[in-house]
């Protein structure tokens, strides 16, 4: 990480104390950092002005993302990029990066969790590289979704809510997932001033019950329960 093509992140990493030159920071400084280190980092001076945070990919010992570390309600971060080892994402991560554009996922991360990219209204696409077992409450709320891409094989929950407000996803496929219930306003949507996309979702069979409100959107097109 240098100075030269990242000066809001060199200021936040040099005050934390991660590197000794305020001009750069060198790949051993970055190993030495783990998760522990992003605890309350959006509350570092200068952190919600950072706009770029693909750096975060040099940081191979950090195996996960503790609870509210980027919830800057700001919409200066546009983009970021997770190291290969990571595992796991605390609640309300990203929760009010307004501008954040997208997330690829890696493999390791199995649990999307509650709150994760709440309100993080510019989020076009997410894709979950792994096999995604659960996805919490009110994750994608009033994200602005086109896509997600994940393989949805050993999906076994969605939490209420989890896609509330996601005006523009197209088409959203959990026929081989082993979902057994659609939760309260998982899909609900209220009617917006730009319009609602036109929604398919395809569903499985193992689903026994679904919530109040759950479909609950003006532009669904199509459900379908797949046998």
Not at 59 to 76: G, L, M, R
Request: proline content about 4%; charged content about 20%; overall charge negative.
């Amino acid at each position: 990480i240098t100075r030269e093509s990242n000066p809001k992140l060199m200021d936040v990493v040099y005050a934390a104390g991660w590197c000794a030159n305020s001009d750069y920071m060198t790949n051993v400084e970055c190993e030495a950092i783990t998760g522990n280190d992003f605890e309350n980092f959006a509350n570092r001076e200068g952190a919600n002005q950072i706009e770029s945070f693909t750096e975060l990919k040099y940081f191979v010992n950090v195996t996960f993302i503790p609870y509210s570390a980027f919830h800057f309600n700001s919409n200066k971060l546009k983009h970021i990029t997770f190291p290969d080892g990571l595992t796991s994402i605390g609640a309300s991560a990203f929760q009010g990066c307004f501008g954040l554009k997208e997330l690829v996922i890696p493999e390791g991360v199995t649990e999307i969790p509650t709150s994760m990219c709440f309100y993080c209204h510019d989020m076009t696409t997410v894709e979950i590289k792994g096999k995604v077992k659960s996805i919490g409450a009110d994750a994608f709320y009033k994200c602005s979704l086109v896509k997600i891409t994940a393989d949805f094989s050993e999906l076994e929950s969605i939490g209420q809510g989890a896609f509330e407000d996601c005006c523009y996803l197209g088409v959203v496929d959990l026929s081989n997932s082993k979902l057994t219930e659609i939760p309260d306003s998982a899909f609900k949507t209220e009617e917006t001033l730009y319009g609602v996309a036109p929604l398919k979702i395809y569903l499985p069979p193992t689903i026994t019950s679904v919530g109040s409100k759950a479909f609950a959107n003006p532009g669904i097109e199509e459900i379908t329960f797949l046998s």
